[in-house]
T-cell receptor, first 117, second 113 residues
C-alpha cells in the first residue's frame, strides 16, 4: 500500500530534550516536505527536500533541522525543543510535477502530535 | 505572494443536502489546485486534483471546478452524509517541479443525521 509513515504519532517531551520525528514513504517520491499545523494559522511549511542530499527552508524553519540521506526517509530533528514547537506535524511527499505523467499530487502522513512542556 | 481563502470557515447542514465549499486565490498563475479532507487529529487525504488546463474533476459524489481567471474553485458535495463531516482544505501549486503549495485554512463541515 502506498503510504507516508510518521513516527511517533504522539510525543510529550520537555524543553531542551532533543527529539527526532521520522518520516518514510514507499512511493519512490523525489519531493518530501514537513509542515506544522496550528489552530488559526493553518499549515505552514518547515523544510522540504527535492531529492537525496537536497534540502531547503520553508516558511518556518527556525528550531528545526532535516536530513535526506536516502530517498525514502526525511527525518525532522528538534535539537532543543521549546514550548512554541508544540504542534501537529505532517510529513508529505510527491513526485515532481514536471513530467507529463505526474500531477504533483501531494500525499500526507497521519501526523505527529508533539507537546513540549 | 499567493493567498488562499476558504469561506465559510465552518458549515453545518442536515444530511442529504447538496453543498458547495469555496476556495479563492489571489494569483491566477497556478499549476494545479488540490482539495483535501482532514478528519480531526488526522492527516490530509487528497480528494481531487485539478490541473490548470482543466475546468473540473469528479470523484463519486464530489465535483471540483476551477476558474483560473477569476481565482476561484468550488467543491460540490452531492447528497451529503454524516461521514462527510471533516475539514476540507484547498491548496494551490504555483509551478511544475518543485514549487510551494499554498494552503487555505479550511472549511469545517458538519453534516447532521
Amino acid at each position: 500500500e502506498a503510504q507516508v509513515t510518521q513516527n511517533p504519532r504522539y510525543l510529550i517531551t520537555v524543553t531542551g530534550k532533543k527529539l527526532t520525528v521520522t518520516c518514510s514513504q514507499n512511493m519512490n517520491h523525489e519531493y518530501m516536505s514537513w509542515y506544522r499545523q496550528d489552530p488559526g494559522l493553518g499549515l505552514r511549511q518547515i523544510y522540504y527536500s527535492m531529492n537525496v542530499e537536497v534540502t531547503d527552508k520553508g516558511d518556518v524553519p527556525e528550531g528545526y533541522k532535516v536530513s535526506r540521506k536516502e530517498k525514502r526517509n526525511f527525518p525532522l530533528i528538534l535539537e532543543s525543543p521549546s514550548p512554541n514547537q508544540t504542534s501537529l506535524y505532517f510529513c508529505a511527499s510527491s513526485l515532481w510535477g514536471y513530467r507529463e505523467t505526474t500531477t504533483g499530487e501531494l500525499f500526507f502522513g497521519e501526523g505527529s502530535r508533539l507537546t513540549v512542556l | 505572494k499567493q493567498e488562499v481563502t476558504q469561506i465559510p470557515a465552518a458549515l453545518s447542514v442536515p444530511e442529504g443536502e447538496n453543498l458547495v465549499l469555496n476556495c479563492s486565490f489571489t494569483d491566477s498563475a497556478i499549476y494545479n489546485l488540490q482539495w483535501f479532507r482532514q478528519d480531526p487529529g488526522k492527516g490530509l487525504t487528497s480528494l481531487l486534483l485539478i490541473q490548470s488546463s482543466q475546468r473540473e474533476q469528479t470523484s463519486g459524489r464530489l465535483n471540483a471546478s476551477l476558474d483560473k481567471s477569476s481565482g476561484r474553485s468550488t467543491l460540490y458535495i452531492a447528497a451529503s452524509q454524516p461521514g462527510d463531516s471533516a475539514t476540507y482544505l484547498c491548496a494551490v501549486k504555483k509551478g511544475s517541479g518543485y514549487s510551494t503549495l499554498t494552503f487555505g485554512k479550511g472549511t469545517m463541515l458538519l453534516v447532521s443525521p
